[in-house]
């Protein structure tokens, strides 16, 4: 004999409804001492927050501000990462250097036009993070002059990224103030960075 199901009453989605995603919980506090992994946004836990290459910046400054994000990954049409872009590229001298460059308009400007691409893009092992310190996060961020460090695993031979570290998060988790300087790394942002 067939179960007879009755349907389920509905109602109208309200003009001020949002929506659940998942939250990591993060300790409040730590030390330099703490496992790396409690300053670790860990994308198995937390969505990504992304935006595909081909999309203007301010399409990707407006994504940021909806997420209380400074970093979107850049995505390809296939969802591999092309690249990251943070707030500092959109808000900084990268748009003006390209309309310099390359001419054209504000609005013309591409995610891809300015972001730091995959090939420029130093990461962590997951392997290395998960016996590491936050100490040697925040002297690796120090290191490298940057503000973010992706961390990167392996699944069937395929490299995914597994975390961010964000020096801002690390700083008010650690309660103090972090300072490093965003360096140029190669040949072409240092002409840039000088004007030459």
Do not use: W
């Not at 703490?34 to 400054?61: G, H, Y």
């Not at 460059?101 to 300015?114: Q, T």
């Not at 998960?130 to 503000?147: D, E, F, P, T, Y």
């Amino acid at each position: 004999m067939q179960q007879e199901y009755t349907p389920l009453s509905t109602q109208t989605l309200s003009n001020v409804a949002t929506f659940h995603q998942p939250a990591q919980l993060l300790p409040e506090i730590v030390t330099m001492a703490s496992p790396a992994t409690e300053v670790m946004t860990d994308l198995k836990q937390v969505m990504a927050i992304f935006i595909p290459a081909t999309r203007n910046i301010d399409a990707a400054k407006q994504r940021m501000i909806m997420h209380s994000v400074r970093l979107l990954l850049a995505l390809d049409e296939q969802n591999n990462v092309l690249g990251l872009i943070t707030a500092t590229d959109i808000l900084g001298e990268k748009p003006m250097q390209f309309i310099q460059k390359s001419g054209g308009k504000r609005e013309d400007i591409l995610v891809k036009d300015i972001m730091t691409s995959r090939e420029k893009l130093e990461v962590l092992c997951m392997d290395d993070v998960n016996s590491a310190k936050v100490g040697n996060i925040v002297a690796s961020l120090k290191q490298s002059g940057r503000h973010h460090a992706l961390v990167v695993d392996r699944e069937n031979g395929t490299q995914k990224v597994r975390g961010i570290f964000s020096l801002t998060q690390i700083a008010r988790q650690l309660g103090a103030h972090i300072q490093t300087h965003e360096v140029a790394r190669t040949f072409a942002e240092i002409q840039a960075t000088l004007g030459s």
